[in-house]
């Protein structure tokens, strides 16, 4: 077990895609996420698994309960604003009647997964129903009106034609229907950014079972974290069953380095960030969450 | 038998929900009966009149301060316990009771009800309404090691319990608006979705990722905040996650 204070607790951190190029088609990295609910659920390692799906607008998530392989399918690509998938992790139990919960989240949705596991003051029955958590990484995250107004007022796109959404490479991408391309640099997005990310203190979801991402490894492939035992286990069953090519971290190019780098930024600024909210006013400060 | 920690349960004005969520353990309660706790005194359960010295009470429902009756067993309650536990959102924060007026038989006359910490100093919030069955079994164990169990131990249940003896500190009320003043309007909210997922009474939807509450639906649980990752987060327990439901699991095994 590696323990690191920026990337957490991990048992092993490999360079991953999906052998099946039919999930890779429409995922946005390796196709970890859908990769990993599809193998759990054929094996009933998972009854269901809540990811972001198709909203009522382009590129507006609604969390969704997935119990199909067409349904994880639907819920493919990263939309770059909040998908409360927590929302569903007490009615998937109930109306859905999942005893075996998996969801994917950012790293504050794995905090709360956690922390309602361990204190599930309104969770009752939750706790010993989570299966597995896969958590993506994330810099930041915006409010759809943020994503509306990068992609139709900078990118000059209609978001109804947007194909894919990325960030990557230190810039925002817009890939269109007709195959254009518009990058903008990150130094318009910041702005945009959810305020509430600015005091987030983990960047590779430290708290999932497993946790994956683009950083570190080529285009079409993704970073994996694998971390708890839960999460050590399936994903060995995962490897057995032939879902994932992979390659050791330590030969792709940029490497775990990167992750490293990005994470302790990250980190760093918003701690320095944490302790300014502690003088913002006049003798007065803003809370700080962590105890 | 020694060992064991002592505890009952004191049933102020709830709805026995509280009770019966320490029964849903099922098994479990009754692996706690056996190597954990004395259940030295409950109404539904045990024959005890009055309110014996114990370690740790569990008091379910808020104070009906115009019943003589309840208010001195309150009184007692704190006197004779090491460790008072508001058990449930009705005894952390009135929850339902706050909204009593008064006219139900057979007693129309008591209207007015206060969460035992406006009369009582109390030690650990058990919030929920009712209280999730796990949350009661791990600060049943957490309180058991604290007592009873090795250094190691102690210190893991010490911080396991201290937000929730931090909250017996923050106050009575609960609301949704918490959510507003303490998280949304600090700029902490993240639209993760938790307190939407906690609410027994779906008061709470999503509108673009952000949190709305239905105020006039809103009962006062206090589950919202409570649940919420930035309402209050300890990373030094959350972080132990996967030890800690372990040495749980491990303490309840029969
Ligand atoms: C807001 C955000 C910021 C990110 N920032 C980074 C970053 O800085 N660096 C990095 O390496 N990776 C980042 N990622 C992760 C990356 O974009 C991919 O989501 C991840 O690599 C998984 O790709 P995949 O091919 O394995 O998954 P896929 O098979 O494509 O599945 C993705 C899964 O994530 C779910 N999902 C999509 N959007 C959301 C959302 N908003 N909230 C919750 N779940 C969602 C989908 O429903 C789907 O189940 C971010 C993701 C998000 C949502
Ligand atoms: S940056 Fe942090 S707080 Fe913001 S969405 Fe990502 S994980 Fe959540
Ligand atoms: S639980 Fe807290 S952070 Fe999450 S959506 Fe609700 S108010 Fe926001
Ligand atoms: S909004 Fe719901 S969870 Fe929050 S205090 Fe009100 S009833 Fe309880």
């Known amino acids: ?291 | 038998m020694s060992d064991k920690i002592t505890a009952g349960h004191v049933h102020m004005s709830g709805c026995t929900g509280c009770e019966v969520a320490i029964a849903d353990n099922y098994a479990g309660l009754l692996t706690l009966l056996d190597k954990y706790v004395d259940w030295v005194y409950d109404l539904t359960l045990a024959d005890v009149r009055h309110i014996p010295e114990m370690d740790v009470a569990l008091v379910e429902g808020s104070v009906c301060i115009n019943d003589k009756i309840s208010v001195e067993e309150i009184r007692q309650t704190r006197e004779k316990s090491k460790i008072v536990v508001a058990l449930g959102s009705c005894a952390c924060y009135g929850n339902i009771t706050r909204f009593c007026r008064g006219g139900q038989q057979n007693q129309p006359q008591h209207e007015a009800f206060l969460p035992i910490g406006d009369i009582i100093d109390v030690d650990v919030y058990l919030p929920g309404c009712g209280p999730s069955p796990q949350l009661i079994k791990n600060v049943c164990v957490a309180a058991y090691l604290l007592l009873k169990g090795s250094d190691d131990q102690k210190a893991l249940a010490e911080a396991y319990l201290k937000p929730l003896m931090m909250l017996s500190k923050r106050g009575t009320e609960a609301c949704f608006c918490d959510l507003m003043y303490d998280v949304i309007d600090q700029g902490l909210c993240i639209g993760c979705g938790a307190c939407a997922a906690a609410c027994p009474v779906r008061a709470i939807t999503h509108e673009y990722g952000k949190p709305q509450g239905q105020r006039d639906l809103c009962i006062k649980c206090g589950a919202c905040y409570n649940q919420c990752p930035r309402s209050w987060f300890s990373f030094d327990v959350v972080n132990q996650y996967e030890s800690i439901m372990e040495t749980i699991d491990a303490a309840m095994a029969p």
Request: aromatic share 8%; hydrophobic share 35%.
């Open chain 1, 1 to 291: 077990m590696v323990q690191d204070n920026f990337l957490g607790n991990y048992s092993s951190c490999v360079a991953a895609r999906s052998t099946n190029r039919a999930i890779l088609a429409g995922s946005q990295d390796g196709g970890i996420v859908t990769q990993l609910f599809a193998f759990a659920l054929e094996e009933g390692i998972i009854d269901g698994a809540i990811v972001a799906g198709p909203g009522d607008e382009p590129w507006r998530p609604r969390p969704m309960v997935a119990t199909s392989v067409a349904e994880l399918y639907a819920a493919r690509g990263t939309k770059y604003n909040i998908s409360p998938n927590v929302s569903f992790i007490k009615e998937a139990t109930r109306s859905y009647g999942l005893d075996r919960v998996g969801i994917v989240g950012t790293p504050c949705q794995m905090q709360a997964v956690r922390k309602g596991q361990l204190y599930p003051v309104g969770l009752r029955d939750v706790p010993d129903k989570i299966a597995l958590a896969i958590g993506i990484f994330c810099m930041e995250n915006f409010p759809y009106q943020s994503i509306v107004q990068l992609v139709e007022d900078h990118a000059n796109t209609k978001l109804e034609n947007v194909t894919k959404l990325d960030i990557g490479k230190g810039k925002f991408w817009v890939y269109t229907e007709r195959g254009a391309v518009v990058q903008l640099p990150l130094k318009i997005t910041h702005k945009y950014e959810q305020p509430g990310c600015h005091v987030c203190l983990d960047y590779v979801a430290n708290l999932a079972d497993i946790s994956t991402g683009s950083v570190g490894t080529p285009d079409g492939w993704s970073t994996v974290f694998v971390r708890s035992k839960k999460g050590t286990d399936i994903w060995s069953k995962a490897m057995a069953a032939g879902c994932f090519e992979t390659k050791p971290i330590e030969e792709v190019k940029p490497g775990i380095e990167l992750v490293t780098k990005l994470a302790t930024e990250k980190i760093t600024k918003n701690r320095k960030t944490i302790e300014e909210r502690s003088s913002f006013g006049v003798g007065k400060g803003l809370r700080n969450p962590y105890i």
